[in-house]
């Protein structure tokens, strides 16, 4: 007689049912993962360039635009697009020319909420009110508040 190693074509099937089960129940929570790290990635983006925008502001003593790379539509906005949102009495190629407009990129999967689509900050590195922008993804938002010195606030909380 001889002993038997290995699995049969039945354990090994059924191994296989289990697994396959276990990983469709993954499926939901990790693609809510990936929306979420889409969201937070875009926030601490946007973030960033607003940092650096208000850093190079003060350091230049000159004004610097950001605005986010789409608006809410989806639509593509391109550095002159900015400056016209921001103020259409400026001319963009002066801006755009020293690199005084900065574009925050927002993932594809990741919409734009508000009406604003960016901020000017002024040569001290304040703004001239306080604003906010919105990112929206899969039901959940990050709000990102400049006050007017300059400074930023997010939060969390619900897409409607």
Known sequence: MRTNRGFTLIELMVTIAVLAIIAMMAVPSFSD???RQNLSGSAKEL???LNEARSRSAAMRVSVAVCVNKNKAGTTITPAQ???AIDSSLDPNVYINQNRVLLAKVSKKVD???DSLGVMFQPTGTIQATNT???CSNGESKTITISKIGTLDQTTGTCS
């Open 112 to 114: 734009v909420k508000s």
């Open 133 to 135: 922008i919105v990112l």
């Open 47 to 49: 973030q960033g360039t």
């Open 33 to 35: 993962m990936i929306s």
């Open 82 to 84: 900015c400056i016209a």
